[in-house]
């Protein structure tokens, strides 16, 4: 899950917040097409550049060739998943009941999850909604019903939708009939997602949804903050912190001046060694020094788990409930129960 913001330089100063795995892509394009512009002293006025390369990156998705070429190419961008398969099936046998809402239309989904679990996925899900339009379909603004799609001609058909009925395909729809005709409020519904806004944002602020974020570079901020060399930095990071708070009690001298300055510059050190382990230019997706990013406040936020991969949940038996850390705020005494890992957490709890 990327997280970036793009400044545009326009009259009014905005920010355009990326932070889901399309971005990729549009970022790369901004920033090859920048360096294209200042090596030959091409001039340009960047809000016009943003807006001709968001664009352009919108209409390949309309267009359908992005789809095309995944489906052409399925090996190469989608990984067969061992696994998922298994744990659908046992979420299914466990009573669970599963339902699918992707922006994605049903061509593409049918040739991805073929792919990926195999022919018989269909069966797995009691509803199956595609070309759903979020996040407008969690607004309560939004009216427009759902219409059943024709899976051998990939065509919407006439007929009204008065309830949804596992084995047919629907598209588009709002969140006001899908509670209709389900019955699934609040905390009984359990959702995943992958984009902090488009996914999760809405259903649990406005309809009380549980969501689970999906957050891939998990395993990379895991897998660096368990070596020995994060740790020892991070544990000596923070000693180093409260020495020198305790050398401010102390009587003023040049000694303790010095020995202060001496101090803070290591800190400073520490912190930039800590901050180029995650990545050297920007730093950990998760914390910037001290704080958590802004995409992680956003993260807390909005979803009750997060994990790298659904997969995780297989780790874990079918009743298990999750609880959340608790964490000391500013003006608590902070008691220190510190281990260095733990390390078949892979699941992390909000609320």
Not at 26 to 34: A, D, H, P, R, T
Not at 175 to 198: A, C, R
Request: glycine residues 6%; positive net charge.
């Amino acid at each position: 899950m990327l997280c970036c913001i793009f400044v545009i330089q326009g009259p009014r100063r905005t920010m355009h917040h990326m932070i889901d795995l399309f971005s990729y892509p549009e970022m790369v394009l901004l920033s090859n097409v920048i360096e294209f512009f200042q090596q030959r002293g091409i001039p340009y006025d960047p809000e016009y550049l943003f807006g001709d390369c968001e664009q352009a990156v919108q209409n390949v998705h309309k267009s359908g060739k992005m789809y095309q070429a995944v489906i052409n190419d399925i090996d190469k961008y989608l990984k067969k998943s061992p696994v998922l398969g298994e744990l659908l099936n046992r979420l299914v046998s466990s009573g669970k009941v599963l339902f699918l809402i992707t922006n994605s239309g049903f061509e593409f989904v049918k040739k991805g999850m073929d792919h990926m679990i195999g022919k018989g996925w269909r069966d797995l899900f009691d509803v199956i909604i595609t070309q759903a339009r979020k996040p407008s379909f969690y607004h309560q603004q939004t009216s427009r019903p759902f219409r059943c799609l024709d899976t051998r001609l990939y065509r919407p058909t006439w007929q009204k939708v008065s309830a949804l009925c596992k084995g047919q395909v629907y598209m588009e729809g709002n969140i006001e009939q899908f509670m209709k005709f389900t019955g699934w409020y609040g905390p009984n519904v359990l959702y995943f997602g992958d984009h902090v806004y488009s996914d999760l944002r809405d259903p649990v602020l406005h309809h009380g949804w549980r969501t689970g974020a999906i957050i891939p570079e998990l395993e990379t901020e895991i897998r660096k903050s368990n070596s020995l060399e994060f740790q020892r930095s991070v544990v000596w990071l923070s000693n180093l912190q409260d020495l020198i708070i305790q050398l401010k009690a102390l009587p003023a001298s040049s000694r303790r001046a010095q020995l202060t300055e001496e101090w803070k510059q290591e800190r400073r050190e520490l912190r930039l060694m800590l901050k180029a382990l995650f990545n050297p230019r920007f730093g950990s997706v998760f914390r910037t020094y001290n704080n958590s990013t802004y995409f992680t406040r956003r993260l807390v936020r909005f979803a009750d788990l997060y994990m790298s991969s659904l997969e995780n949940l297989l780790k874990y038996p079918n009743n298990y409930t999750f609880y959340p850390r608790r964490t000391a705020l500013p003006h608590e005494a902070v008691l220190d129960f510190r281990s260095t890992r733990i390390p078949d957490q892979r699941i992390f709890p909000n609320s």
